[in-house]
C-alpha cells in the first residue's frame, strides 16, 4: 500500500525545516566516548524525547546505571523508549537509533566546524552525526511529524529505541532490551525491527543490509619508566615502552589485511560459489571503493575479493596510540607508558568470547619473546557479536517495494563491515527479523571528517522511512 499522495509532497514543503531540526540537533555535541561531553550526550537524550512528545509519542527516559571510562565512573546516559499505537490488528514495529557521535575537532581536518550544520550548494550537508546517526533518527521525526499535523492514523503500531552508547559499546543496552522484550515490557508484541543507521554500497543504488559484522575492541598497554624520560639521555639505555609497543603492533595484521592472531582468520569457513555470485552481482566496483577512500588504495582489484574483506571476513585494523607525543614540532621524549588500540570487526560463526583468548595468549607471548624488562598488559575495551538476517522476510519484501516507490531501483542486498551491537540482542530477544534500511550514501564519511548526508538522501530517504511503514502495514506475513 503506497503512502499517502500528498505525503512526499508534504516532505518536499517543508525540506528547509527538516534541515534546520537536523542543524540544532547536531549541534549538540553528543560525543559519548569522552566524559567531558556526558552531559551532551544528555542534553541530547532530553532534546530528543522532548521531540517526540512533541510528536504524539509516549516516551520514557530509561536510567541504565553506571560505568566506568578511563578509571572515571560515570552516568550512563539514559535510554528513550517510546510508543505510539497500540491497535491489535495493525503490525507493530520496533525502530532503533542513536543520538551519540564520534569525536570531531577542526584540527582534524574538517573543512568546517564539525558541530555546525554547513548546508554546501553541492546538497552536502556537512556536520558530525549528520549520516550517523542524527539525521535517520530526524528522518522517522519527520514521518511522524506528517501524520502529527495531519491528524492522520500510523499504518503501523511503532516502538522506539534510542540510544547514547552506540559509539562506545551500547553498554547497559543489552540488559535492557531482554528486560523490555518480556511479557508487559516495551516490546512485547514486536513484530519486527527496523535500524536505519547504515549506508549503500555506492552513491547511486539503494541497500537494504541484512548482515553486520561484530566487534572486539582492545588496549594493549607496555609502561616502563616512573616516568617520561629524555632520549638523549636515556636513548639505548633503557627499554623503551614505545619500541616494544610498535614490535607488539606490527604482529597483529599484515599489509594485505591477513590477521596474523593465529585461530582468527581460520575460523571462517571459505565461501561457497553461490555466495559468490551474490556479491559479484553487487552495484559496486574497485572505482567506488576508492572515491570512497579518497585514493587508489584497494588491496585488490577483485571486486569480489574486495566486498568480501568489507563483508564476509574478519579484519584487524590498529587505530592509535595513547600516550605517545604527537604535537606540532620535535619533543625528545620517550614515554613512559603507552597504549596501542586496535579492533578486530568479527563475522559468523566468530564471537568475542571465541577471539579475546586468542588475541591476548597471542600477544602475551610475542611479548615474552622481546626479553623486554617493561610490563604488558591488554583489555578487551568492549565487543559486539555479528548478526545475519533472512532477506526473504517480508519485513525485507516491505522495503523493496518501497525502494522501487521512491527510488525506481531495485535495491542492492549487503552485508556490512560496520558493526551495531544491539542488532543481534533484538534479534535473539525478540525472536523477529531484523532490517537494516540505510538513508546515507557510501561516501558520507561517518566517523571521517567532513561527515555529510546528502540532502536527496535526507529528503528522499524521510520519504522512504514512511514508504516502508505503510507497505508493512500492508504485506502478508504468511
Not at 136 to 148: A, C, R
Not at 158 to 174: A, K, P, V
Not at 271 to 279: A, V
Request: glycine share 10%.
Amino acid at each position: 500500500m503506497p503512502a499517502p499522495s500528498d505525503f512526499g509532497q508534504y516532505i518536499d514543503a517543508n525540506a528547509d525545516k527538516f534541515i534546520q531540526r537536523l542543524s540544532d540537533a547536531v549541534a549538540i555535541k553528543s560525543i559519548s566516548c569522552d566524559a567531558a561531553h556526558r552531559d551532551d550526550v544528555v542534553k541530547m537524550a532530553n532534546w530528543l524525547n522532548g521531540q517526540l512528545k512533541s510528536l504524539g509519542v509516549e516516551t520514557e527516559l530509561i536510567d541504565l546505571g553506571k560505568h566506568i571510562m578511563d578509571d572515571e565512573e560515570l552516568q550512563l546516559p539514559p535510554a528513550i523508549l517510546g510508543r505510539i499505537g497500540t491497535d491489535p490488528g495493525k503490525k507493530t514495529v520496533l525502530i532503533y537509533g542513536h543520538f551519540d557521535v564520534q569525536p570531531a575537532n577542526k584540527s582534524d581536518g574538517w573543512d568546517t566546524d564539525p558541530f555546525t550544520l554547513v548546508v554546501h550548494e553541492d546538497g552536502r550537508l556537512i556536520g558530525r552525526g549528520s549520516s550517523d546517526d542524527k539525521g535517520p533518527v530526524l528522518g522517522w521525526l519527520n514521518v511522524l511529524q506528517y501524520h502529527h499535523q495531519n491528524s492522520k492514523e500510523l499504518p503501523v503500531n511503532i516502538r522506539f529505541c534510542f540510544e547514547g552508547m552506540e559509539e562506545s559499546g551500547s553498554e547497559g543496552l543489552d540488559d535492557l532490551v531482554k528486560k523490555e522484550s518480556k511479557a508487559g515490557g516495551w516490546f512485547d508484541g514486536v513484530d519486527c525491527v527496523c535500524i536505519s543507521d547504515n549506508y549503500w554500497l555506492n552513491t547511486r543504488t539503494p541497500a537494504l543490509t541484512y548482515g553486520l559484522r561484530g566487534l572486539v575492541y582492545f588496549k594493549a598497554t607496555v609502561s616502563g619508566p616512573a616516568r617520561d624520560l629524555h632520549s638523549g639521555v636515556f636513548g639505548r639505555t633503557v627499554h623503551e615502552p614505545m619500541t616494544d609497543l610498535i614490535t607488539l603492533m606490527s604482529k597483529l595484521v599484515d599489509g594485505q589485511g591477513k590477521i596474523l592472531v593465529p585461530g582468527v582468520d581460520e575460523m571462517v569457513e571459505a565461501p561457497t560459489d553461490n555466495e559468490k555470485e551474490i556479491y559479484e552481482g553487487l552495484d559496486y566496483s574497485i572505482a567506488d571503493v576508492e572515491e570512497s577512500a579518497g585514493a587508489q588504495i584497494a588491496l585488490s582489484a577483485n571486486k569480489v575479493d574486495v566486498l568480501m574483506g568489507r563483508m564476509r571476513y574478519p579484519s584487524l585494523s590498529l587505530h592509535g596510540i595513547e600516550g605517545a607525543f604527537s604535537g606540532v614540532g620535535a619533543k625528545t621524549v620517550i614515554p613512559a607508558k603507552v597504549s596501542g588500540k586496535f579492533s578486530i570487526r568479527l563475522v559468523p560463526p566468530q564471537t568475542p568470547d571465541l577471539v579475546e583468548p586468542l588475541v591476548i595468549s597471542y600477544l602475551q607471548a610475542e611479548f615474552a619473546k622481546l626479553g623486554s624488562k617493561n610490563k604488558f598488559s591488554i583489555e578487551n575495551l568492549h565487543g559486539g557479536k555479528p548478526w545475519v538476517a533472512d532477506h526473504r522476510h517480508w519485513n525485507f519484501e516491505a522495503a523493496k517495494i518501497a525502494t522501487r516507490e521512491i527510488y525506481k531501483q531495485e535495491p542492492d542486498l549487503t552485508r556490512e563491515g560496520g558493526s551495531i551491537p544491539v542488532t543481534l540482542t533484538f534479534a535473539e530477544s525478540l525472536g523477529v527479523n531484523v532490517l537494516l534500511l540505510p538513508m546515507g550514501r557510501g561516501d558520507d564519511g561517518a566517523h571521517s571528517t567532513n561527515e555529510k548526508l546528502d540532502r536527496s538522501n535526507f529528503i528522499e530517504g524521510t520519504k522512504l522511512l514512511g514508504t516502508y511503514l505503510y507497505e508493512l502495514g500492508a504485506i502478508a506475513t504468511a
